[in-house]
Structures are given as structure tokens and as C-alpha cells.
């Protein structure tokens, strides 16, 4: 019996302070498009939001070639989905005492690359000695980044 190796990587950012619908607008243009062409657009477009999903991409591609030694050439960008973070409820004092609400609204972006070159099958023989081995989760691939602390440190799970 013959199984399907694992072929994709992913990358989070979470809490990045900026609306749903405006890194959807961006996400939506880079969405099955492969790694170097994602880049181009990105450094192209205008938008503020490029910048942090450029980020995120390059962590993804990071996380394919450390993880499964892939190289940049052959990914493509799979799934990109952005959904609705935490909101950020703050008042602004106005005149007489009174208060206004702020919202600023965060969200949650996901970034998964698919290295092409290894859709191929392994053998069942190679999976059981994968699962037998002691060393099988001393490597995740997925790098959590936490954009709403100080200087945007990158946390690694």
C-alpha cells in the first residue's frame, strides 16, 4: 500500500492589526500563484497590508526549505485564507466628559506553500520506520507570529 507524502507547509500571523476585508483584497491576487510570481505582486501593489503578507510568505517558503529541504522554485501558494481576529475596543475622551468608541480590529492570516516536485508516493515500508522513529516531532512546520508585541518578535511553537 502505497500513501501520499506530506507536500505542504503553512504559516500563521495572528493578531495583525489591520481589517479582514482590507488583507483580503490583497490575498485574493496571490492566491495558486507560485512563489516568485506571489513575490512580484507583492512588491509591487501599493497596499499596506503587502508588506506583512510578504512577510508571511517568506516564512512559509523558510518553513518548506528547513523543514522538507524544498526548494523556492517549485512552490506555489496552495491556500491563503484570512479570517477575523479580536477586536481592540478603546474610548478617545471628547468635550464635557463624554467618551467616543474606537474599534481597531485585528485578524488572522494563513499561509500554506505546496512544493510541487514532491507529489510522488513513498513505499508503506518507509512510513513504519517514520512512525517507529524517535525523532518524528522534533521539527513542526508552523511558525506562529504574534505582530501585536512589542518590536513584532517572531514566536516559534
Not at 82 to 110: D, E, F, M, W
Request: aromatic share 8%; proline share 3%.
Amino acid at each position: 500500500m502505497l500513501k501520499k507524502r506530506k507536500t505542504e507547509i503553512c504559516a500563521l500571523g495572528q493578531h495583525i492589526p489591520m481589517s479582514a476585508h482590507k488583507m483580503r483584497r490583497v490575498i485574493d491576487q496571490i492566491r495558486g500563484r507560485s512563489y516568485e510570481e506571489t513575490l512580484m505582486i507583492l512588491d509591487l501593489m501599493p497596499y499596506r497590508a503587502s508588506y506583512t503578507i510578504l512577510k508571511l510568505v517568506y516564512s512559509a517558503a523558510a518553513n518548506a526549505s528547513y523543514n522538507m529541504g524544498s526548494n523556492e522554485t517549485n512552490l506555489i501558494i496552495s491556500k491563503a485564507e484570512v479570517n477575523q481576529g479580536t477586536t481592540v475596543k478603546k474610548l478617545k475622551p471628547r468635550a464635557r466628559g463624554r467618551s467616543y468608541p474606537i474599534k481597531r480590529p485585528t485578524c488572522h492570516i494563513s499561509i500554506v506553500v505546496k512544493d510541487i516536485s514532491l507529489d510522488e508516493y513513498i513505499d508503506r515500508d518507509y512510513i513504519t520506520w517514520l512512525k517507529k522513529s524517535r525523532w518524528k516531532n522534533k521539527y513542526t512546520d508552523m511558525i506562529y507570529h504574534d505582530m501585536s508585541s512589542r518590536g513584532g518578535v517572531w514566536h516559534k511553537k
